[in-house]
């Protein structure tokens, strides 16, 4: 059975930044890329980063530079860390694998960029 919980969400200001992390159990992690997704209020669930299982990674246009995806394959644990924060950078964050499993949505973490 696969669980994912993520965690590391927060309020912070806009140009701050926060560290992600989804913890994974089941046997999925070291077999396959895994991404980190972000749900708006009455948005569709985007694809904001992905990572390899050879850490080979791709990012949205609108976090490269800004965001980094790293994975501890010994720990069974994805990172986000998000730097330079905006405003619309405000979502829910979810990981799962990639292409996304639907079974294996968690309860993500709220993200809020405000001053």
């Known amino acids: 059975q696969v669980q994912l919980v993520e965690s590391g969400g927060g309020l912070v200001q806009p140009g701050g930044s926060l560290r992600l992390s989804c913890a994974a159990s089941?046997?999925?992690?070291?077999?396959?890329?895994m991404g980190w997704y972000r749900q708006g209020t009455g948005k569709q669930r985007d694809l904001v980063a992905t990572?390899?299982?050879?850490?080979?990674?791709t990012y949205a246009d609108s976090v490269k530079g800004r965001f980094t995806i790293s994975r501890d394959n010994a720990k069974n644990t994805l990172y986000l860390q998000m730097n330079s924060l905006k405003p619309e950078d405000t979502d829910i964050y979810y990981c799962?694998?990639?292409?996304?499993?639907?079974?294996?949505w968690g309860q993500g973490t709220q993200v809020t960029v405000s001053s």
């Open positions: 799962n694998q990639f292409p996304r499993v639907e079974s294996y």
């Open positions: 089941g046997s999925i992690f070291s077999i396959n890329t």
């Open positions: 990572i390899t299982t050879r850490e080979s990674t």
